[in-house]
């Protein structure tokens, strides 16, 4: 899948020509891989994720290396670590009623993934097909932007060539909600895949009686 694809002119008829998907947490499950790397340092991940916090945020964006980071992680807690635990312990899964949604999606308009990653996961994700249900994939990791950063949300506009008020997005933390919807972006808090479909069922329904009325 190439993110350069783009401007293809498949356009929704109520005005929505992209979607633009969060991966952990709408479309694929937690696997819980937090706790578990965490167990297998002995201690609970509350407390690893307040001393790596910092270290997880640069790998997501990019600026440190995999390599680089589990240093840094071994140094703060005091425990040696010898390989990529996110290789060990990341096994994602689909949310199977979020990817038939996409894939309906998808005979209307553009429907990408833009998803703060590293790239274990990436790569886990790749492997499994997931990418697959996509037009294209904008990882945080790849592209040295991560949400909620403003320019995360410019640059995937950009290159799909769209409009922020034409465009909808869709993620389950509401710092990034937030970030979208203050660049015009039709933003969505995911709580789960029902509540998703009625609300892109809502719009539907708002934007074709503004296109009945208008007419």
Not at 36 to 44: D, E, R, Y
Not at 50 to 65: C, K, P, Q, W
């Amino acid at each position: 899948m190439n993110a350069a694809q783009v401007g293809t002119g498949r356009r929704a008829a109520q005005g929505v020509s992209l979607y633009v998907f969060d991966m952990g947490g709408v479309v694929s499950f937690d696997t819980g891989y937090e706790r578990k790397i965490a167990g297998s340092l002995g201690m609970p991940a509350k407390q690893l994720y307040a001393l790596t916090d910092a270290e997880f945020r640069e790998l997501t964006a990019g600026r440190i290396s995999l390599d680089e980071f589990w240093r840094r992680v071994s140094r703060k807690t005091g425990k040696p670590v010898f390989e990529d635990l996110f290789e060990l312990h990341f096994h994602p899964r689909l949310n199977r009623r979020v990817a038939r949604l996409v894939s309906r999606l998808r005979r209307e308009a553009r429907v990408v993934v833009g998803t703060n990653t590293v790239e274990t996961h990436y790569r886990a994700h790749d492997r499994e097909g997931h990418y697959g249900l996509f037009d294209a994939v904008y990882a945080s990791c790849r592209m040295g932007l991560a949400k909620p950063d403003p320019r995360f949300f410019r640059h995937i506009l950009q290159r799909e060539e769209r409009r922020p008020e034409e465009s909808v997005f869709v993620d389950d933390r509401q710092e990034n909600v937030e970030a979208a919807a203050g660049l015009g972006m039709i933003a969505i808090l995911f709580t789960g895949a029902g509540p998703l479909e009625r609300r892109l069922r809502e719009l539907r329904g708002r934007a074709g009686g503004e296109k009945a009325t208008s007419g």
